[in-house]
Nanobody, 118 residues
Framework: QVQLVESGGGLVQAGGSLRLSCAVS????????IAWFRQAPGKEREFVAG????????RYVDSVKGRFTISRDNAKNLVSLQMISLKPEDTAVYYC???????????WGQGTQVTVSF
């Protein structure tokens, strides 16, 4: 079993920055691919960014490329999502998810709210 706990959400003005963190436990961290998803009110959950075992092949949804950066710290079992130049359309609940065989993600965190005001 894998446990994921997100932190770092909050309210920020458009153009601002936030850094989300995901603490991972319960399984050897380096065997897991970690991704961030988000779900806005009335919309389906969407993939935002993924890190595949820290091999430098991170992937991003087009709408966040150049603004969001996913990174992992294997020593701390931590994955972060640095978000800059935030836009109101980035408002959503952000979820951290883990997988041993992406794109199927078996384990999910509880989510953290990100709200970007005009």
């Amino acid at each position: 079993q894998v446990q994921l706990v997100e932190s770092g959400g909050g309210l920020v003005q458009a153009g601002g920055s936030l850094r989300l963190s995901c603490a991972v436990s319960g399984r050897t961290f380096t065997t897991l691919a970690i991704a961030w998803f988000r779900q806005a009110p009335g919309k389906e959950r969407e993939f935002v960014a993924g890190d595949y075992w820290g091999r430098g092949n991170a992937r991003y949804v087009d709408s966040v490329k150049g603004r969001f950066t996913i990174s992992r710290d294997n020593a701390k079992n931590l994955v972060s999502l640095q978000m800059i130049s935030l836009k109101p359309e980035d408002t959503a609940v952000y979820y951290c998810a883990a997988s041993s065989s992406p794109p199927k993600y078996n384990w999910w965190g509880q989510g953290t709210q990100v709200t970007v005001s005009f």
